[in-house]
């Protein structure tokens, strides 16, 4: 099982990062197809769509929680449960604003070489969408955390 380390910056502000992560991939051949050419024309775009891929499926992993400000299991349990709320309600709106976005992307369509808006679009949605569905029924108890 795979680790992913999560930095508590900030419990007051609820700020969290992911430190690590696993590489992006995709058992759908059109899926994967995408995320190589976003990995090899816009690769700030394919670190982004990793970490949302990790939040999608949180469950696949064994959480590490490194808290930068000293607090409690019990406090950082809360702070997790808070920004995984946090995270599935930016899911659902940015999942939406792609939606309205895809219309536009056909546009780029008489340009020469391959698509890459209509890619991008394409797989920030996928995940998007795909985590907002997944961070539905997480619950911080169902996650394997270990804190440090």
Do not use: C
Request: no cysteine.
């Amino acid at each position: 099982m795979q680790t992913v380390e999560i930095e508590i910056k900030s419990h007051l502000k609820v700020e969290l990062e992911i430190k690590s992560y696993p590489e992006l991939s995709s058992d759908k051949k059109f899926i994967q197809k995408a995320i190589n050419m976003v990995k090899k024309y816009s690769p700030k775009v394919y670190s982004y769509v990793s970490k949302e891929d990790v939040i999608s499926n949180l469950k696949k992993y064994k959480i590490k929680i490194v808290k930068s400000p000293e607090i409690d299991k019990k406090e950082a349990k809360r702070v997790l449960s808070l920004w995984l709320g946090k995270e599935k309600i930016k899911r659902f709106l940015y999942s939406l604003l792609e939606l309205l976005i895809f219309p536009f992307t056909a546009l780029l369509t008489p340009i020469p070489g391959p698509n890459i808006a209509f890619f991008s679009v394409l797989i920030l949605f996928y995940f998007h969408f795909r985590g907002f569905l997944n961070l539905r029924g997480v619950k911080v108890d169902d996650l394997k955390v270990i804190y440090e």
